[in-house]
């Protein structure tokens, strides 16, 4: 009888990662600066060139900032990876008796650890310790380029509804119009990423919503302050 694999979460954490805080931090990032805009300084062209400048420099510094983190992570495994290959061919007696004991710590009986640490060993030696000493595997590996690929484009799509919202909400309720659409779309966000990563949908859009309301009031305030003190 043939069982279908069972399906699992954590090969999506990478790509769900990045991708899922670079559309929040562009909805809500966007969004709170053309609120604090509009509520200083409620003309059109302003909140429109802020809404603009918020989704170009954000996206950039999302991509850039990703990019460069996920870099430093894939440069650690490289060097551990170069480290333990040179272990390997210097003393691969230790080598092999070291991975035994991280079977025998699980649970499995020494015989038992040694007879599989040989086997793993003959057939891919640097393999079998970079899963299983480093924790380095295709899941969690570290991937720079699609990382910054996927915090860009995400961060862009998420910049892309304030913006909208900004060249045709009415000037007068601007700051409602935003808050209102920012909010529908980040419970939106958070029921898909929930989905996506298999955890509690309910839980996922309370906490997103109520950290995208403060900080989307947060610099309403500000701008109504700052609006309020210029004139």
Same mark, same amino acid.
């Given at each position: 009888m043939h069982h279908p694999l069972e399906k699992h979460y954590v090969n999506r954490v990478?790509? &769900?990662? !990045?991708?899922?805080? +670079? !559309?929040?931090?562009?909805?809500?990032?966007?969004?709170s600066i053309v609120i604090g805009v509009a509520a200083a300084a409620?003309?059109?062209?302003?909140?429109?060139? !802020? #809404? &603009?400048?918020?989704?170009?420099?954000g996206a950039m510094s999302m991509a850039a900032g990703e990019y460069v983190s996920v870099s430093s992570q894939e440069d650690t495994e490289k060097a551990d990876l170069l480290r333990e290959k040179r272990e390997l061919e210097e003393m691969p007696e230790i080598e092999l008796k070291e991975l035994a004991k991280i079977y025998e710590k699980r649970g499995v009986s020494k015989e038992t650890a040694l007879q599989v640490a040989?086997?793993?060993t003959d057939h891919d030696a640097l393999a079998a310790h970079a899963h299983d000493e480093l924790g380095i595997n295709e899941i969690t590996q570290a991937k720079p380029l699609q990382a910054a690929v996927a915090s860009f +484009?995400? $961060?862009?799509l998420g910049a892309l509804l304030p913006f &909208?919202?900004? &060249? #045709?909400?009415?000037?007068?309720?601007?700051?409602? $119009?935003?808050?209102? $659409?920012?909010?529908? $779309?980040?419970?939106?966000?958070? !029921?898909?990423?929930?989905?996506?990563?298999?955890s509690k949908i309910g839980i996922a859009v309370l906490r997103i919503c109520f950290w995208g309301t403060v900080a989307m009031g947060i610099t309403a305030l500000i701008g109504h302050f700052f609006g309020v003190t210029v004139s």
């Open positions: 990478g790509w &769900l990662r !990045a991708a899922v805080l +670079g !559309a929040n931090d562009g909805l809500l990032s966007t969004t409620p003309e059109r062209n302003t909140i429109i060139l !802020a #809404a &603009l400048a918020g989704m170009i420099a040989q086997e793993l +484009g995400s $961060f862009a &909208l919202v900004s &060249l #045709a909400a009415p000037i007068g309720q601007m700051v409602y $119009f935003q808050y209102g $659409f920012s909010i529908v $779309f980040l419970m939106i966000l958070g !029921a898909i990423s929930a989905k996506t990563g298999g």
